[in-house]
T-cell receptor, first 121, second 111 residues
Framework: GAVVSQHPSRVICKSGTSVKIECRSL??????MFWYRQFPKQSLMLMAT?????????EQGVEKDKFLINHASLTLSTLTVTSAHPEDSSFYIC?????????????????FGPGTRLTVL | QKEVEQNSGPLSVPEGAIASLNCTYS??????FFWYRQYSGKSPELIMS????GDKEDGRFTAQLNKASQYVSLLIRDSQPSDSATYLC???????????FGKGTTLSVSS
């Protein structure tokens, strides 16, 4: 259980284009998903918290107009990197939490998707 | 600023030895603690969670928590070369919030 998928796994694009990354919870419903970014040899940095049916909450320093997040259903969140530039090249990873089916309370464990490696030329 | 601190390593141990990984956190109110393993080029994989003071064992892994000292550790017994990875300590500042990760400790197990 608690499987999270991401698509695509790898993308190479030209500078100035937009890239959409999908994150899906396959066997559970996730009211909250998280988007992280990881540069080489660095730890994961939280970019934003995505809540189903409401606006995402962005971390300080993350441009909300550049990194558009949509969480339209309980199993899908998308991150769109708009007008991508070489400095946006990174490993983008989403995560989600499962929740108790009876109480609706989220578990604390976060399960990660396999990540999307973005290279902007 | 909530912080999670780990020694970056690398920590090198011979096959069969015990690897000890340490983590400290700044938020005294944190209640849950997680260890993730991340292989190079891959996303993190949850290997242990611990909520109460003391030890929690799962196979070759033992997590130890001391809330008074704001310290959590991970012991890996009978280390194998396949354990070579970066180990990330993660703590949510509050229940339900996103995990804050340490920078990770790189473990290298030599055969």
């Amino acid at each position: 259980g608690a499987v999270v998928s991401q698509h695509p796994s790898r993308v190479i694009c030209k500078s100035g284009t937009s890239v959409k990354i999908e994150c899906r919870s396959l066997d559970f419903q996730a009211t909250t998903m998280f988007w992280y970014r990881q540069f080489p040899k660095q730890s994961l940095m939280l970019m934003a918290t995505s809540n189903e049916g409401s606006k995402a909450t962005y971390e300080q320093g993350v441009e909300k107009d550049k990194f558009l997040i949509n969480h339209a259903s309980l199993t899908l969140s998308t991150l769109t990197v708009t007008s991508a530039h070489p400095e946006d090249s990174s490993f983008y990873i989403c995560s989600a939490r499962d929740r108790d089916p009876f109480s609706g309370r989220s578990y604390n464990e976060q399960f990660f998707g396999p990540g999307t490696r973005l290279t902007v030329l | 600023q909530k912080e999670v601190e780990q020694n970056s390593g690398p920590l090198s141990v011979p096959e069969g030895a015990i690897a000890s990984l340490n983590c400290t956190y700044s938020d005294r109110g944190s209640q849950s603690f997680f260890w993730y393993r991340q292989y190079s080029g891959k996303s993190p994989e949850l290997i242990m969670s611990i909520y109460s003071n003391g030890d929690k064992e799962d196979g070759r892994f033992t997590a130890q928590l001391n809330k008074a000292s704001q310290y959590v550790s991970l012991l890996i017994r009978d280390s194998q070369p396949s354990d070579s990875a970066t180990y990330l300590c993660a703590v949510p500042p509050q229940a339900g919030t996103a995990l804050i990760f340490g920078k990770g400790t790189t473990l290298s197990v030599s055969s």
